[in-house]
T-cell receptor, first 112, second 114 residues
Framework: QKEVEQDPGPLSVPEGAIVSLNCTYS??????FMWYRQYSRKGPELLMY????GNKEDGRFTAQVDKSSKYISLFIRDSQPSDSATYLC????????????FGTGTRLQVFP | DSGVTQTPKHLITATGQRVTLRCSPR?????VYWYQQSLDQGLQFLIQ???????AKGNILERFSAQQFPDLHSELNLSSLELGDSALYFC?????????????FGDGTRLSIL
């Protein structure tokens, strides 16, 4: 079993839709949770970063962490065709390690 | 633009060969990380250097090695290449501060083994 599970999609939505992307994990030591966006032939770009449980909002993006359920989400409001990319969740354990564990990514397509 | 520079962008070589991938971190960043991205495994952590010293090792094969130089750029050396080593290799860097420092990624080197 992988430490981080993520549905690979693809997820296809119309422009303006609310998108929900999710990851589950098994390691309760994870403390830091990140979402990266990766366009084709590009490196992952950091979108959101959350420490422990709770919500964080940045523009059209909201990240949620539920440590009790070992479940994290990224919501995209008013989705745009430019949001079409692969979204990767990533997690990090205690302060003693900087190593990130990634999900395999969800491919999102937003059509006009 | 993340500020992390990787060269070359694409490398094509044959089995049994050796290649060197290069990474220049963002200005001021002391940590460099190497990741491998393949279709079936996703992004896998290979190794981390901090200010010239190896800090953490992940799923890095013995045929692979890395180093970080005094100017903080890093190189990943892959030898005795096999078909299965074909993948995207990403470098990331992060700052020196306390607490969590986000990792910023370069655009990768695509390695194709023929």
């Amino acid at each position: 079993q992988k430490e981080v599970e993520q549905d690979p999609g693809p997820l296809s939505v119309p422009e303006g839709a609310i998108v929900s992307l999710n990851c589950t994990y098994s390691n309760s030591a994870f403390q830091y949770f990140m979402w990266y966006r990766q366009y084709s032939r590009k490196g992952p770009e950091l979108l959101m970063y959350t420490y422990s449980s709770g919500n964080k909002e940045d523009g059209r993006f909201t990240a949620q962490v539920d440590k009790s359920s070992k479940y994290i989400s990224l919501f995209i409001r008013d989705s745009q065709p430019s949001d079409s990319a692969t979204y990767l969740c990533a997690m990090r354990g205690s302060r003693n390690t900087d190593k990130l564990i990634f999900g395999t990514g969800t491919r999102l397509q937003v059509f006009p | 633009d993340s500020g992390v520079t990787q060269t070359p962008k694409h490398l094509i070589t044959a089995t049994g060969q050796r290649v060197t991938l290069r990474c220049s971190p963002r200005s001021g960043d002391l940590s460099v990380y190497w990741y491998q991205q393949s279709l079936d495994q996703g992004l896998q952590f290979l190794i981390q250097y901090y200010n010239g010293e190896e800090r953490a090792k992940g799923n890095i094969l013995e045929r692979f090695s890395a180093q970080q130089f005094p100017d903080l750029h890093s190189e990943l050396n892959l030898s005795s290449l096999e078909l299965g080593d074909s993948a995207l290799y990403f470098c990331a860097s992060s700052g020196p501060g306390q607490g969590h420092q986000p990792q910023h990624f370069g655009d990768g080197t695509r390695l194709s083994i023929l």
